[in-house]
């Protein structure tokens, strides 16, 4: 079993930075692949917005590339997501997900983002 815990969510005006964090504690793989993803008002589905593999191999959504960079320490297995340059369409519920090397996922219960215009 995985847990994670986010970290680092608040209100945020356009223009504004906000890094969040997500820290994993459990049964933790040495590889394995940490994503963030974010869920928006009204939006059931949520997208993927960054990853990251255990040797520091990253992807980011087109939405948030050159304004968003993510991070992970492995020896504390904590992710990271700097956000720079938001936007109020960057309002959204952050999710961590990791997924281990055996192929199972498991999500952390999401900090909230907001950035008013």
């Known amino acids: 079993q995985v847990h994670l815990v986010e970290s680092g969510g608040g209100l945020m005006q356009a223009g504004g930075s906000l890094r969040i964090a997500c820290a994993a504690s459990g049964s933790i793989t040495r590889n394995n692949l940490m994503n963030w993803y974010r869920q928006a008002p009204g939006k059931q589905q949520r997208e993927l917005v960054a990853?990251?593999?255990?040797?520091?191999?990253?992807n980011y959504a087109d939405s948030v590339k050159g304004r968003f960079t993510i991070s992970r320490d492995n020896a504390k297995n904590t992710v990271f997501l700097q956000m720079n340059s938001l936007k109020p369409e960057d309002t959204a519920v952050y999710y961590c997900?990791?997924?281990?090397?055996?192929?199972?996922?498991?999500w952390g219960q999401g900090t909230q983002v907001t950035v008013s215009s």
């Open positions: 997900a990791v997924r281990r090397a055996d192929g199972r996922s498991y």
């Open positions: 990853g990251i593999t255990s040797a520091g191999s990253t």
